[in-house]
Structures are given as C-alpha cells and as structure tokens.
C-alpha cells in the first residue's frame, strides 16, 4: 500500500510540476506576441506579463494535478 501511495504522489507531483512549467511558458510567449502583434490592444498594454505568467502556472498546476488524478483513477479501475 505505502508503494501504491508514492507512486501515486510521485505522478502528481511530476504531472503538476510538467504543467507548470509548460502553463507559464505559454502564459509568458502570449504575453510576448501581444506586445509584437501589429495592432496592440488596451488589455495587452494594462495586463502585467508576470501576472499572466502566474495565472498560466497555476492553471498548468490544477491541470497537471487533474491529469494524474484522472490517469491514477483510470488505472485503478483498469486493475
């Protein structure tokens, strides 16, 4: 049962880290174009990159979380 559990840590931990790092990675590059696009607009220039880049991490966070909760669940009733 304790193997069970760390693994099962191990995969969130690793799903959620994996979605942070590709949430704020995409958060930051949308915030670049907006800034390059030809025609910029008013939410481009008042939204500040590093709090979009925070609201990327934190989604890619809950998102990497739910995958391995959603995989972790989907092997379980496989077994």
């Known amino acids: 049962m304790v193997r069970k559990t760390r693994r099962l840590l191990l995969l969130v931990v690793s799903c959620s880290i994996t979605g942070v790092i590709l949430g704020g990675t995409a958060a930051w590059a949308e915030s670049n174009l907006c800034l390059e696009d030809s025609k910029i607009t008013s939410e481009c220039l ?6 979009k880049t925070i609201q990327g991490m ?3 966070l809950l998102a990497g979380a739910g ?3 959603g995989a972790a669940w989907q092997l379980r009733h496989e077994d």
């Open 67 to 69: 995958a391995a909760c």
């Open 58 to 60: 934190s989604a890619g």
């Open 46 to 51: 008042t939204q500040d990159p590093i709090q």
